[in-house]
């Protein structure tokens, strides 16, 4: 993505509430905003959970909140961008806290990156994945395996990223209008390779990929040491 030499932090928190982390993002946006903290890749995933934008129409959302609560679905409120998505166990979710003023300020060129981190992280497990013109995300055969949202404060510091559907329940997208897209679907992993995913290893391959795509060191961190 350049040539800057850059370090990032890099935390693999587990399993995750999703308005913990989010509250966590915030705190580090600050930090980072203040210069107090470094840029910061995370790595996680989220109980099942619904996260609404400004932008959601709530038309996308198919069933009342009492059938989520029947399910255990939460509904979170967030400020990223897009439309209604979802996340749960069996998806890695990729969390970047950066400093975009270093990169030009090229919000274009940052999801088409996070997308590449995606893209090239699949193709070591030998699924071809593409983007379309027209909806951000990585998909395969026009079926989406992973979305994209981020926000970017007035600061240009960003926060959120990237959810990568390993083996999540995708019976749960039947709820929603994913990302507000009536006429795609969505897919995983594990329908795509009929077998399991080694998750340590998928972590592995996508921290390489993101540290090469943003011509970064990544140096790891344990949640302490960020006043978690």
């Known amino acids: 993505m ?10 693999d928190l587990g399993t995750v509430d999703y308005n913990e982390a989010f509250a966590f993002q915030k705190r580090l946006v600050e930090g980072r905003a203040r210069g107090r903290r470094k840029d910061t890749f995370i790595l996680l995933e989220h109980p099942p959970v619904f996260t609404i934008s400004r932008r959601t129409n709530p038309e996308h959302l198919l069933v009342p909140p009492s059938i989520l609560q029947e399910k ?3 509904l979170c409120e967030t400020n990223r961008g897009g439309d209604v998505t979802y996340h749960g166990p069996g998806q890695l979710v990729g969390y970047v806290i950066m400093d975009l003023q270093s990169l030009g300020r ?10 590449q981190v995606v893209i090239d992280t699949l193709s070591d497990w030998g699924i071809e994945a593409s983007r379309l013109t027209e909806h951000p995300g990585v998909w395969v055969k026009g079926e989406k395996i992973a979305a994209i949202g981020i926000a970017v404060d007035r600061r240009w510091i960003t926060m959120h990223g ?5 083996d999540p329940r995708l019976d749960h997208y039947s709820y929603i209008v994913p990302c507000g897209i009536r006429n795609k679907g969505v897919t995983s992993m594990k329908k795509i390779l009929g077998k399991e995913v080694d998750g340590s290893k998928l972590r592995s391959d996508v921290l390489r990929h993101f540290g090469r795509i943003f011509a970064a060191a990544m140096e790891k961190a344990e949640p302490e040491d960020l006043s978690w």
């Not at 350049?2 to 935390?11: A, I, S, V």
């Not at 090229?106 to 997308?115: A, Q, T």
């Not at 990237?162 to 390993?166: A, M, Y």
């Open 72 to 74: 255990g679905i939460s």
């Open 162 to 166: 990237f959810s990568l559907n390993v």
């Open 106 to 115: 090229d919000l274009h060129r940052y999801v088409r990156s996070l997308e």
């Open 2 to 11: 350049g040539n800057q030499d850059r370090t990032f932090l890099f935390l």
